[in-house]
C-alpha cells in the first residue's frame, strides 16, 4: 500500500510540476524553492524498503544510477526553460517544446532502470521513484534560479511627452 501512496503522489507532482511548467509564470526567486524537494526526499527516505535488502549492492547501484540520471537530467531541464525580465522588472520563466523532451527522456530512463531491475529480481520501491523526483526539482530549480540571477537588470525607460 505504501508503493500505491508513494507512486500517486509522484503522479500528482509530475502533472502539477509538469502543467506549471508550460505555462507562464512569474519567478520569485526569494521563495523556498527548497520546500517540495525536501519534503519529498524525506517522505522517500523514511521508507526502509527503499534498498532491497536481498540484492543490497545492485538495489543500491540501481538507486544512484536513477540519482545521477536525475540530476543530469534536472540540469537539461533548467536550460530548457526559457527565462526572460519583462518590463516592470519581473523574472519570467515557461517551458518550452525542448522541456516536454527532457521530460520524455527523464520517462524512459526511468522505465529503463526499472526494466533492469526487473530482470534482475531487484525489488524497487516506489520511494526510489520520489527521492529521484526530489533530486530532480531541486537541480531544476537551482538551474533556473542561478540563470535569473544572471539575467541583466530590467532598463529604466522614461515616456517623454
Keep these: 500500500m505504501v508503493s ?4 500517486l503522489v509522484i ?14 509564470q512569474r519567478l520569485d526567486t ?6 517540495l524537494p525536501l519534503i519529498l526526499g524525506a517522505l522517500a ?6 534498498i532491497d535488502h536481498q540484492h543490497a549492492a545492485l538495489s543500491a547501484t540501481l538507486l544512484v544510477a536513477g540519482l545521477v540520471a536525475v540530476v543530469a537530467m534536472g540540469s537539461v531541464w533548467g536550460w530548457t526553460v526559457r527565462i526572460w525580465r ?5 523574472v519570467l520563466v515557461k517551458g518550452t517544446k525542448a522541456t516536454l523532451a527532457a521530460w520524455g527522456g527523464m520517462i524512459a530512463i526511468r522505465i529503463g532502470l526499472y526494466a533492469v531491475g526487473s530482470a534482475l529480481g531487484v525489488h524497487q ?11 530532480l ?3 531544476r530549480s537551482l538551474v533556473v534560479n542561478w540563470r ?6 530590467a532598463r529604466a525607460t522614461a515616456i517623454l511627452h
Design 4 to 7: 500505491l501512496a508513494n507512486l
Design 11 to 24: 503522479v500528482a507532482v509530475v502533472a502539477v510540476v509538469v502543467t506549471r511548467q508550460m505555462r507562464v
Design 30 to 35: 526569494e521563495r523556498r524553492f527548497w520546500l
Design 45 to 50: 527516505l523514511r521508507d526502509p524498503q527503499i
Design 86 to 90: 519583462a518590463a516592470d522588472g519581473a
Design 125 to 135: 520501491a516506489g520511494s526510489s521513484l520520489m527521492l529521484g523526483m526530489a533530486v
Design 137 to 139: 526539482l531541486l537541480v
Design 148 to 153: 535569473a540571477r544572471t539575467l541583466e537588470p
